[in-house]
């Protein structure tokens, strides 16, 4: 156990839809990333929040966007879903935002559109 | 990004050692190199990271070529357990970004 939460486990949902994951950080972690993955793109950086702040991007569509709340606990909101959002979406953190400290993996949303 | 080079696949037996080999030619000064994988239908697990000198926790070994531009992931003793991908990634040590995965190495223990 990574000390890292999502939820939901799963999601279902059409196209056209709006859905919103949700990530609670290690205790004591500050920065919060997000991750997809897809069986064509591999894993793949989304965005990353540092207490509270955005501190990067990577390839984020428009359609997608994320907060980090003053709890530290963070939300990806995804927006007018296609098909091939379909992926598994994974949220990470870490103690601070750089190399200097490993990042810890949450169990994932598989998020399904159809 | 700095890019790594693994070799697609690797097997060995159970309770037997395994080296893991990564290339990174174009490592910069500031890039820590860091180690995860990822077991079937699980999120990437955090193995080990270093900068310049070895580092050994209960998980493997990283071993780190003077010039920084290998570096190699040891298991000491591999179970079933350990059968995933592994990727080993640079990262900036002061950077804001996150990590790039490459295909990493899917690495099958033999029983």
């Known amino acids: 156990d990574s000390g890292v939460t999502q939820t939901p486990k799963h999601l279902i949902t059409a196209t056209g839809q709006r859905v919103t994951l949700r990530c609670s950080p290690r205790s004591g972690d500050l920065s919060v990333y997000w991750y997809q993955q897809s069986l064509d793109q591999g894993l793949q950086f989304l965005i990353q929040?540092?207490?509270?702040?955005?501190?990067a991007k990577g390839n984020i569509l428009e359609r997608f966007s994320a907060q980090q709340f003053p709890d530290l606990h963070s939300e990806l909101n995804l927006s007018s879903l296609e098909l091939g959002d379909s992926a598994l979406y994974f949220c990470?953190?870490?103690?601070?935002?750089?190399?200097?400290?490993?990042?810890?993996f949450g169990p994932g949303t598989r998020l399904t559109v159809t | 990004d700095a890019k790594t080079t693994q070799p697609n696949s690797m097997e060995s037996n159970e309770e037997e050692p395994v080296h893991l080999p990564c290339n990174h030619s174009?490592?910069?000064?500031?890039?820590?190199i860091h180690w995860y994988r990822q077991l079937p239908s699980q999120g990437p697990e955090y193995v080990i990271h270093g900068l310049t000198s070895n580092v050994n926790n209960r998980m493997a070994s990283l071993a780190i070529a003077e010039d920084r531009k290998s570096s190699t992931l040891i298991l000491h003793r591999a179970t079933l357990r350990d059968a995933a991908v592994y990727y080993c990634i640079l990262y900036s040590g002061g950077g804001a970004d996150g990590l790039t995965f490459g295909k990493g190495t899917h690495l099958i223990i033999q029983p």
């Open positions: 929040y540092y207490n509270g702040e955005e501190r």
């Open positions: 174009t490592i910069s000064g500031t890039d820590y």
């Open positions: 990470a953190s870490s103690a601070t935002g750089t190399g200097t400290y490993e990042q810890y």
